[in-house]
């Protein structure tokens, strides 16, 4: 789960709109209600949802999740709305995630828009504030080069269980049997533990209260390069998104750009 951000032209915008008519026409007619399953299925097949083209790599970074018409933040930590604004040293100090200053709700503040709900057409009025936002994207590009990369992780008990009674023996007993099953690969969690495939230098260990105020201790580390550099290639990707944006408002008079999750 999480944010998706898409581009649209207006041609796969109107096969969109036309697909959801037809749907809302068989369905609150009766008409879907009364058909067999044969029937529906051959609506379906005589219907189909229309292609959105998403293939459109990034041009420097053609490997990435994030490309010229879609964006991605996860809900995870790792997801770039947690992860960019703790790296800046921006997280809680100007906003409430995810709005905090360098994550995507931030770039495009300058659009001036409310997206739950909103049909996201970008005409060519939109094309100033869609260069601000482009230059937003490249300073927090900028920014996350100079930064100090901290992160913080925070290990909690299941607020659902029994509050754990694990010693210091026992919890190395729990991983060592757990390593004899599996070799460690990324970073991943189980019913007992989060394990750090890879490894991390952990550089303080705060108690305090995790997500529902239960009790936690926050592990301070700081990201690795090959993850790092990814944030870094998300926020130029984000500046060829805007500049895909235009180049649509510039070609049709208007795009489609969808925030949904």
């Not at 292609?51 to 994030?66: A, M, N, V």
């Not at 500049?243 to 649509?248: D, F, K, T, V």
Request: aromatic share 10%.
């Amino acid at each position: 789960m999480g944010l998706d951000i898409s581009l649209y032209t207006n041609a796969e915008r109107e096969a969109s709109k036309a697909h959801e008519a037809a749907w809302d026409d068989v369905y609150d007619s009766g008409r879907w209600a009364a058909m067999t399953k044969a029937q529906q299925d051959e609506w379906r097949a005589a219907n189909p949802y229309p292609d959105r083209d998403r293939d459109h790599p990034s041009e420097r970074y053609p490997d990435h999740l994030f490309n010229r018409r879609y964006l991605r933040s996860s809900y995870n930590g790792g997801g770039f709305n947690h992860a960019v604004p703790e790296m800046l040293g921006t997280s809680g100090a100007n906003a409430e995630y995810p709005n905090e200053r360098g994550s995507l709700y931030w770039i495009f503040e300058p659009i001036g828009r409310e997206w739950d709900g909103d049909e996201g057409i970008l005409t060519r009025d939109d094309i100033p504030k869609l260069l601000e936002s482009k230059a937003r994207a490249e300073l927090i590009a900028e920014e996350l080069r100079k930064a100090d990369r901290l992160r913080v992780f925070t290990a909690s008990p299941n607020m659902f269980s029994a509050p754990p009674e694990t010693s210091d023996n026992d919890a190395l007993r729990m991983y060592r049997e757990h390593v004899a099953e599996r070799e460690p690969e990324g970073w991943y969690s189980s019913r007992d533990m989060d394990v750090f495939g890879g490894g991390i230098t952990i550089l303080a260990a705060i108690p305090g209260k995790a997500t529902f105020n239960i009790p936690g201790v926050h592990l301070i580390y700081r990201a690795a390069d090959e993850g790092f550099e990814s944030y870094v290639q998300s926020a130029e990707i984000v500046a060829e998104f805007c500049e895909e944006a235009i180049a649509l408002i510039s070609v049709d008079g208007s795009c489609e750009m969808s925030w949904s999750g």
